[in-house]
C-alpha cells in the first residue's frame, strides 16, 4: 500500500499487480474515514445557514460529476479495474494535495476573509468559493492521475 508515491501506485495498477489487500485497504480507508467526515457534522453543534446548503450541494455535485468523469475516461462500461484505480489512486492524491491544499486554504481564506471583512464562524461566500475552487482542482488532478494510468495501459 502506498501513502505517497503515485508513480509506483500507478506502475502496479498498470501492470495489474495491485494485490487484493491492498485494493481491500484502500477501500477500508474510504469505508472509515469518508463516513466519519460526513457523520462529524452530526456530532458537532453547528448551526446550519444557506452557505453550507450551498457548499454541500456543490461538493455533492462535483463529487458526482468527476467520478462519472473519472468512470467514462476509465473507459466506461469496457474499461477495467475502475474501483481499484479510483480508491487508490483518490487517496494517495489526497494526501498529496492535502500537503498543498491545506496551508494554501487557510492562508486565502484568512486573506480574502480580511480583505472582504467576512471572518466569521459562519459559512460565507469566500468560503463557498474557495472550497469550490480546492474541490475542482481536487477533481482536475485525478482526472489526470487516471487519464495517466490508462493512456500508459493503452500505450504500445
Do not use: C
Not at 457523520?39 to 468527476?66: K, L, M, T
Not at 475502475?82 to 494535495?97: M, Y
Not at 491545506?102 to 484568512?110: C, E, G, R, S
Not at 477533481?139 to 494510468?149: C, E, P, T
Amino acid at each position: 500500500m502506498y501513502w505517497w508515491k503515485l508513480g509506483q501506485l500507478r506502475e502496479e495498477l498498470v501492470s495489474g499487480t495491485l494485490s487484493e489487500r491492498a485494493q481491500f485497504q484502500y477501500l477500508l480507508i474510504w469505508v472509515v474515514i469518508v463516513p466519519s467526515l460526513i457523520s462529524f457534522g452530526q456530532f458537532a453543534d453547528f448551526e446550519y445557514n444557506r452557505w453550507d446548503w450551498a457548499s454541500y450541494v456543490i461538493e455533492f455535485s462535483v463529487s458526482v460529476i468527476g467520478t462519472v468523469w473519472l468512470y467514462r475516461l476509465n473507459g466506461g462500461d469496457r474499461g477495467t479495474g475502475f474501483v481499484e484505480r479510483f480508491l487508490s489512486l483518490s487517496w494517495v492524491f489526497l494526501l498529496r494535495f492535502s500537503v498543498f491544499a491545506v496551508p494554501v486554504f487557510f492562508v486565502v481564506v484568512m486573506v480574502l476573509g480580511v480583505v472582504t471583512e467576512e471572518v466569521t464562524e459562519e459559512t460565507g461566500p469566500v468560503f463557498l468559493a474557495v472550497m469550490t475552487v480546492f474541490s475542482l482542482a481536487y477533481f482536475l488532478g485525478l482526472v489526470s492521475q487516471f487519464h495517466k494510468v490508462v493512456s500508459a495501459e493503452n500505450a504500445p
